[in-house]
Every structure is written in structure tokens, then in C-alpha cells.
């Protein structure tokens, strides 16, 4: 047992420790380093970081005309005394966006990997989806900077297809079709073939009907 414990040591030395950022040059790497040593806790940081820089810049750096246009006028006095209560409730939302993704992302793959018998730890899924979500978080980031410069909606993001239509014709499926998410997909399905040893249909199967449910929940809170 000793002797195992040693070569599981030698191994994580060897491929040193994973990087976050590591994930936009070279995700593969990541994965590979990130199988042998799934580092959680200053991850989550960044990660958590990240969002909450941008959930701050959109409910302090944005101004709230867009909000006010789908408020009857009669609402508009009860607006204005909940607006700060609202916008630090925005900024709270970004501290824990990151936990509840990589949460659930693990908790529903761990009992994936236990049907398809894959060899897989529930720390290894939860690093997983903290990594991946980097991605996410840079372009929540990019967008929120974006939203904040051009005075646009925060409810659309800007590298979104629904970017393009206008707010008349904005719907979850098109602000769901995003150029941040659609590269957070494939990296995704790229970590659950390294990470889980998932066969490619499997796990584009797995993170398909994820950004299906997303966009269902997105339908039913519009």
C-alpha cells in the first residue's frame, strides 16, 4: 500500500501541479496534471474571484435605464428603494455561482461515471468543473466590462447571438448561444475523456443535455 502511495506521489511530481489559466493554452495538460493531483481550494478562489469581479462591476458599474424600461411606472418608487438591496444581492450571486456549478456538475457526473462503471473520484469531478468553469468566469468578466463600456443590457451578453437581434427579439436560447459557453462545452467534454475516461458520445451526450436543461430553466424564469 506504502509502495503505491509512493508511485502516486512520484506521479503528481512529475506532472506538476495544474494550472487555471493553464486551461485556455492547453487543457489537455491541465486534465492530465489535474487526474493525478485534483487541486480544489485555490482554484475555487480564482475562480470565485473572477465572478464576483464581474457580478460588482455589472451591479455598481451599469446603469439601471435598461431595468427601469420593464417597470410599470407604478413600480418605479418601489424600484428605487430595493435598487442598492438588489445590486448587493447581484454581487452576493457571483461568490457563489462558481460552488453550486462545480457542485452540482460533480454530483450529477459521479453518479454518471458509477452506471458507465468509470473509475472516477468525486474530487476529480469537482476539480474538473472548477477548472473548466474559468472559462465561464473570464467571459461573464469580458462581457460585464463590455456591458459596463457600452451602457447595453447586462441581461444579454455581448458575445451572444441574441447580441445581434436586439432586446426585442432576445430569448434564453439565443443569449445561450454564446462563444464563452459554446468553448466551455467542448473543453468540458475534452476534461470528462481525460479526467472520467468517458467515450466521446458519452460525454457529449452528458454535457449536451446539460446546456439543454440550462436553457430550459432560463425558459422557464424569462
Given amino acids: 500500500m506504502s509502495e503505491l502511495h509512493e508511485k502516486s506521489k512520484e506521479i503528481i511530481?512529475?506532472?506538476?501541479?495544474?494550472?487555471?489559466?493553464?486551461?485556455?493554452?492547453?487543457?489537455?495538460?491541465?486534465?492530465?496534471?489535474?487526474?493525478a493531483n485534483p487541486l480544489v481550494?485555490?482554484?475555487?478562489?480564482?475562480?470565485?474571484?473572477l465572478y464576483t469581479i464581474a457580478m460588482a462591476i455589472i451591479a455598481f458599474g451599469t446603469d439601471s435605464s435598461w431595468l427601469l424600461?420593464?417597470?410599470?411606472?407604478?413600480?418605479?418608487?418601489?424600484?428605487?428603494?430595493?435598487?442598492?438591496?438588489?445590486?448587493?444581492?447581484?454581487l452576493v450571486t457571483g461568490v457563489f455561482i462558481p460552488v453550486m456549478g462545480a457542485l452540482i456538475f460533480a454530483v450529477v457526473i459521479i453518479i454518471v461515471a458509477k452506471i458507465s462503471?468509470?473509475?472516477?473520484?468525486?474530487?476529480?469531478?469537482?476539480?474538473?468543473a472548477v477548472f473548466v468553469s474559468v472559462i465561464g468566469g473570464?467571459?461573464?468578466?469580458?462581457?460585464?466590462?463590455?456591458?459596463?463600456?457600452?451602457?447595453?443590457?447586462?441581461d444579454i451578453p455581448f458575445t451572444s447571438l441574441a447580441s445581434l437581434f436586439g432586446e426585442e427579439n432576445v430569448s434564453p436560447l439565443f443569449i445561450s448561444i454564446e462563444v464563452f459557453s459554446i468553448w466551455?462545452?467542448?473543453?468540458?467534454?475534452?476534461?470528462?475523456?481525460?479526467?472520467?475516461?468517458?467515450?466521446?458520445?458519452?460525454?457529449?451526450?452528458?454535457?449536451?443535455?446539460?446546456?439543454?436543461?440550462?436553457?430550459f430553466l432560463a425558459l422557464l424564469v424569462s
Avoid: C, H, Y
Wanted: glycine fraction near 6%; proline fraction near 4%; aromatic fraction near 12%.
Fill in 138 to 154: 473570464v467571459g461573464v468578466l469580458f462581457n460585464a466590462i463590455m456591458t459596463t463600456l457600452l451602457g447595453t443590457n447586462p
Fill in 41 to 49: 481550494f485555490v482554484p475555487l478562489l480564482l475562480v470565485t474571484l
Fill in 13 to 35: 511530481v512529475k506532472l506538476g501541479k495544474p494550472s487555471v489559466f493553464g486551461m485556455f493554452l492547453n487543457p489537455s495538460e491541465q486534465f492530465q496534471k489535474l487526474k
Fill in 117 to 128: 462503471k468509470s473509475e472516477v473520484t468525486f474530487r476529480q469531478l469537482f476539480s474538473l
Fill in 184 to 215: 466551455q462545452l467542448i473543453v468540458a467534454v475534452v476534461g470528462l475523456r481525460k479526467v472520467a475516461n468517458f467515450g466521446a458520445a458519452l460525454a457529449w451526450i452528458v454535457m449536451i443535455l446539460f446546456t439543454i436543461f440550462s436553457i
Fill in 69 to 90: 424600461a420593464e417597470i410599470g411606472p407604478e413600480d418605479i418608487e418601489i424600484f428605487a428603494e430595493m435598487e442598492m438591496f438588489m445590486r448587493i444581492m447581484m
